[in-house]
């Protein structure tokens, strides 16, 4: 049954989300405003669009629901998989369940975690930076002090 609902609902979503549906969504509206004087606007008029488009979206909404909670359990399946494949911590699976305080919390440690590794990062780039910069100097040093003879190359080779 599961697995029947689940292939109905997604035919249903991929064919409601198309181009075509709008546009016969749209038609029937059409059809239905023209129709308007030929029943004199008449309560029951009113009354066909009003109780079909009920029907309609209080299907759909069950329909869209049960995509969506098909595709947020693939994601977070995928998410934990990434995570338990990675050196990534295993805490982090299954955090959806959490409460929104125990994610809040979590959330404010990852930030600290973030801003610490960020301060990491700019002193590794600071100290690769301070190490380079003799180099560059003493290879300035070096060409500068290297005499530049007039002899061609070919006599250098000889020498």
Known sequence: MDKLFAK?????AKATGSP???????????????????????????????TGTTIITFLMVFLIQNTQNRDGAAVQ?????????????????????????ELEALHARCQKDAERSAKIAARAQAERKSRQQPKAKAATK???AKPKSSASPAARQRR
């Open 142 to 144: 070096s060409r500068a």
């Open 20 to 50: 075509v549906a709008f546009l016969l969504c749209v038609a029937a509206v059409l059809v239905w405003a023209a129709s308007g004087p030929v029943f004199k606007f008449s309560e029951t008029w009113q009354l066909v669009i009003n």
């Open 77 to 101: 399946t995928k998410l934990d998989e990434l995570i338990r494949a990675s050196d990534a911590q295993d805490e982090f699976m299954g955090i959806e369940k959490l409460t929104d305080k």
């Open 8 to 12: 109905f609902a997604n035919a249903t």
